[in-house]
């Protein structure tokens, strides 16, 4: 497939290389900011542009990855009749596209992507389509890269997805550096909890996470509790999520 | 070294399972669980009892892992003179074990351990010791089984450790839980988010957490957090925990 990648940042950069990497080739890069653009094409061995009036008309896709509030803008200034137009954002409706083209959809991968990553991760992807011609190339293009973990979600199902992956991944990583700043703070190195981080990770592979739930709170071990909230007085925030957390885990819901 | 083992539970079953495989031999286990202590004594091929007057007097080292509000009741009963006693808990200090004897310890791994484990993970070991000749005992079996992840740590280090420890591992979980019911709820398959589960752990081998953090909290991406509380209006302890964890993350102490 000829794909055009509209945006420069992490979502742009991994999905390219993951089109790369399946034999798609990409056409072009559009970027405004022109000095990312042109690394990533670099990397592509292909062109990039900074002006959205010279974005190439012959590609077979065109992947909109940029900031969420910048796609309306973006998709108002394309012109593209029925070549295919996709935005990659969880919590916006696809028709946000439909001025671009009338056969539009989303690519929605659901991965935290970052540019700097050595290794691509897996990465489900949620695609939905503004008909079947559309939903039939979507899926094509997901499983050249993504196998077995391609699903179709409309847009009220890709908002759900998003709600959970804060809560498994904005939300986990907070409390990382809720602990590592205490680790700091009291003289403690938070490397050494690594093991630990993955272990938790990992062992959903095998395991549901309420059978994985351990801990003072679930063992409603209110000595241990009382020594914790002790040891957090100077540190307002930690102990106000100690409580909430402590809680919520003894509700058992 | 010459071990016996009290406890029949997780730590007990792994760190055993950690000292016979770096050469230890396991002289006996104790537990008040018969038919748990005749399997581990099985798979180590040695000796089980319930009977805490017939603990072998002859080993090198006794290994008290047994839930927090047992171990001074254990530690009651033992006579062992100056033969090496610990326990492996985080939150309870060591002096609970010096009426069994003048050699006393803590060996604490900062670990989620679980029997079923098939592969042995990483296990950094805090460790802690009435006098040197113990504290050098204890810091040799601790090489012997977790090579580099070995340190000293008091009483209060211990139960700071812990605090993190609930926060990187309990309380993550937790999140892990909210979002299962939540996809179950929804129909959304949970094993999904397992790539974006482990990248989010993984990612910290390289970067600080507070690098890590993305999401639309730390953007103040008000739009997206209000689709999100919109549609978590009949999750109250999910929207509970959303706007708790959201304000957190936005104080960026």
């Not at 979507?138 to 179709?152: D, P, Q, R, T, W």
Request: charged letters at 25%.
């Amino acid at each position: 497939m000829q794909i055009v990648i509209i945006g420069s940042g992490n979502v742009a950069a991994v999905l390219g290389r993951k089109f790369k990497q399946a034999g798609h080739e990409i056409l072009q890069v559009f970027s405004r900011n022109a000095s990312e653009a042109s690394k990533l094409a670099y990397e592509w061995d292909t062109e990039s542009t900074n002006y959205i009036s010279l974005i190439n008309p012959r590609a077979d896709l065109y992947l909109i990855a940029v900031p969420d509030n910048s796609i309306e803008d973006i998709a108002s200034r394309l012109k593209l009749g029925s070549k295919v137009v996709v935005h990659t954002a969880a919590s916006v409706p696809k028709e946000i596209l439909q001025q671009a083209s009338e056969n539009y959809g989303v690519f929605y991968p659901l991965q935290s992507l970052r540019k700097e990553m050595k290794n691509l991760p897996v990465i489900p992807l949620y695609y939905d389509g503004s008909n079947e011609k559309t939903l039939k190339l979507l899926e094509k293009l997901a499983l050249s890269i993504s196998g077995e973990n391609v699903i179709h979600a409309k847009d009220e199902e890709r908002l759900k997805l998003h709600v959970a992956a804060v809560f498994v991944s904005n939300f986990v990583n907070h409390l990382y550096v809720l602990a590592s700043r205490y680790c700091r703070k009291e003289g403690l190195d938070f490397s050494q909890f690594q093991p630990l981080i993955e272990e938790t990770a990992v062992r959903l592979r095998e395991m549901q996470p309420e059978q994985a739930q351990t801990g003072p709170a679930i063992r409603h071990d209110k000595e241990t509790i009382e020594k914790h909230l002790a040891i957090l007085k100077d540190h307002p925030q930690l102990k106000t999520i100690y409580l909430l957390l402590t809680e919520s885990i003894q509700q058992g819901i």
